[in-house]
T-cell receptor, first 115, second 116 residues
Framework: AQTVTQSQPEMSVQEAETVTLSCTYD???????LFWYKQPPSRQMILVIR??????QNATENRFSVNFQKAAKSFSLKISDSQLGDAAMYFC????????????FGKGTRLSVIA | GAVVSQHPSRVICKSGTSVKIECRSL??????MFWYRQFPKQSLMLMAT?????????EQGVEKDKFLINHASLTLSTLTVTSAHPEDSSFYIC????????????FGPGTRLTVT
């Protein structure tokens, strides 16, 4: 079974600075998806960024980018120019590419942004 | 992006009663829907997977007779908490996916259930 580990329960960053959230995963599959989801106080899950395992190029979405290291099974999220609205719970998630399988979530990292 | 709605957003019920939560995919056909439960400050815990027209697959430790899931159409899945007890109070989230849609799951806004 696949597992996702987020080793940082809490992180903080100064406004306008850069922060990196860590995520590692374990799988025996070679093709899969990786995601970062944001959950603000409203508790609505919001997709931040997606990475397909067969793509070597790291995904980017505006101020959000990932460092995907397939061999090391690492998938970190970098948030640049942090904004107050980035404060939220961030979940790393894995999904098999085979069939309609559920997401496997990490325990989450709570990010605080300091003005 | 695809939209998933959940109704109600909040519900308070008395112990022993049943409550139904609806999850709808508004602009796409959801071949599979997932139900999660989330306790405060914790991650999402998968309860069950439902495919349209077939019985739901429950995760280990989830009582299928207590949490009834029906996925009668490609746009609607329901979760019924039967004979609710205070320990069933939680935040319930559904997500939906369409086969071949790049792996993404689309989440509903969640339902906060309080059992008194």
């Amino acid at each position: 079974a696949q597992t996702v580990t987020q080793s940082q329960p809490e992180m903080s960053v100064q406004e306008a600075e850069t922060v990196t959230l860590s995520c590692t995963y374990d799988t025996s599959e070679s093709d899969y998806y990786l995601f970062w989801y944001k959950q603000p106080p409203s508790r609505q899950m919001i997709l931040v960024i997606r990475q397909e395992a067969y793509k070597q190029q790291n995904a980017t979405e505006n101020r959000f980018s990932v460092n995907f290291q397939k061999a090391a099974k690492s998938f970190s999220l970098k948030i640049s120019d942090s904004q107050l609205g980035d404060a939220a719970m961030y979940f790393c998630a894995y999904r098999s590419r085979t069939g309609n399988t559920p997401l496997v979530f990490g325990k989450g990292t709570r990010l605080s942004v300091i003005a | 992006g695809a939209v998933v709605s959940q109704h109600p957003s909040r519900v308070i019920c008395k112990s022993g009663t049943s409550v139904k939560i609806e999850c709808r995919s508004l602009d796409f056909q959801a071949t599979t829907m997932f139900w999660y439960r989330q306790f405060p400050k914790q991650s999402l815990m998968l309860m069950a997977t439902s495919n349209e027209g077939s019985k739901a697959t429950y995760e280990q430790g989830v009582e299928k007779d207590k949490f009834l899931i029906n996925h009668a159409s490609l746009t609607l899945s329901t979760l019924t908490v039967t004979s609710a007890h205070p320990e069933d109070s939680s935040f319930y989230i559904c997500s939906a996916t369409a086969y071949g849609e790049g792996g993404e799951q689309y989440f509903g806004p969640g339902t906060r259930l309080t059992v008194t």
